[in-house]
């Protein structure tokens, strides 16, 4: 089949003869792959910041439909349209049962090995003609009808963890938040702020045309630089939660400046650094609250997909390339890479 494979930092590579995925397990299933998401975390392992094993599809971000089931399968039939989450779960194990299928005790995450541990078998991911789901019970989720294959993409990963990123910070109803990174992450942060009832939202990113986005989704917006002095203008008091999806120390120390005592900063970007850039003496003296951690997407679909039943998506403002092909991988990645074309969210129609 045609897929990328992950060569190490800075080097993906298309090819057009990777063997074919079959059910291996009874609880598997295969997808064809009709759309797959190229994502900031993606970029960890390319750009070097995060360890991953040569020889590994990348990509945890996908949509199809069922080709093959394996004989346990219950939920899902051939010809189903599906949307895979970025980790497996089996929907079973106590983490799956409170609400984490993020942290599932039998879980993986698509599109990575363990470069330390090459005996455990890498889960291959979506950016490829065909993707094995293993405890596909426990992790796929059927697409609703009206959801087109981008929106479907979205929720797979971005939009739910955009959505948790906010929830996170407590009850915002006519609050000021903060969003750092207007990635595709905080774009889809910004709306859900809307969404649960914010007052004002400010977006902050050095990019120019991804602030623009932010725009279009009713944000105010400025540069890093100018983030104390625009979070003034909209609040006295600072702010009552600052969710960061841009990951950097940087915008760490920055969160914690712009909250107000007792306020919440939710680290929803993946953590590349070894330590906190914020003090525990300014946690403790700014009252502050940090929470962190991988959305549990397949956990929140079960209550958001009915929530959000009817509500048109950020899809339009987010997904910048709707249609690129995976021959042009090694390309799409690297102009995401250098944040080039207006590129914000990359995706591929196998
Ligand atoms: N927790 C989860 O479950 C989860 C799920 C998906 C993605 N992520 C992570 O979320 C993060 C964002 O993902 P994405 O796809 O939007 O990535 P992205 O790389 O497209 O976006 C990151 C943005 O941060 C901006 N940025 C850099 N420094 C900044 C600063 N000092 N202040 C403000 N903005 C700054 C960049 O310009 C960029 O626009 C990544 O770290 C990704 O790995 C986490
Ligand atoms: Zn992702
Ligand atoms: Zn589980």
Request: glycine fraction near 10%; charge should be negative; proline fraction near 7%.
């Amino acid at each position: 089949m045609r897929g990328l494979v992950f060569h190490g930092p800075g080097d993906i590579r298309f090819d057009d003869a990777l063997p074919d995925p079959v059910v291996e397990a009874p609880d598997d299933v295969v997808i064809e792959v009709t759309t797959a998401g190229l994502c900031g975390s993606d970029l960890h392992p390319y750009e070097g910041r995060e360890a991953a094993r040569p020889g590994v599809v990348p990509g945890h971000e996908a949509v199809g439909v069922v080709t093959a089931t394996g004989p346990q399968v219950r939920d899902f039939h051939v010809g189903d349209r599906v949307l895979v989450p970025f980790t497996t779960s089996c929907g079973a194990c106590s983490a799956c049962r409170r609400g984490l299928s993020a942290r599932c005790e039998h879980g993986a995450l698509f599109g990575w090995g363990d470069p330390e541990d090459p005996d455990r078998p890498a889960l291959h991911g979506g950016q490829a003609a065909r993707l094995r789901v293993p405890l596909a019970d426990g992790t796929l989720v059927a697409v609703p009808a009206a959801r087109s294959d981008l929106d479907a993409v979205l929720l797979a990963d971005n939009l739910p963890t955009g959505w948790v990123a906010v929830e996170r910070l407590g009850d915002i109803h006519g609050q000021t938040v903060v969003v750092q990174g207007l990635g595709s992450v905080g774009l889809c942060a910004v709306w859900s702020a809307w969404q649960l009832g914010a007052a004002a939202v400010l977006g902050i990113d050095p990019v120019e045309h991804r602030r623009r986005r932010a725009e279009r989704l009713g944000a105010t917006t400025c540069a890093p630089d100018d983030a104390a002095s625009a979070t003034r203008e909209l609040t006295r008091e600072g702010v009552a939660g600052v969710v960061d999806a841009a990951g950097t120390a940087a915008a760490q120390r920055t969160a914690a400046d712009l909250v107000r005592p007792g306020g919440t900063v939710s680290l929803i970007a993946v953590p590349t650094q070894e330590h906190f850039a914020v003090s525990p003496v300014a946690a403790y003296d700014r009252n502050l609250t940090i929470v962190a951690g991988r959305a549990p997407v397949r956990s929140l679909l079960g209550r958001l997909l009915d929530q959000l039943d009817g509500v048109a998506l950020p899809t339009e403002v987010v997904v910048t390339h709707a249609e690129a092909d995976l021959a042009d991988g090694p390309a799409v990645y690297a102009t995401f890479a250098a944040r080039e074309a207006d590129m914000v969210k990359a995706v591929f129609r196998p």
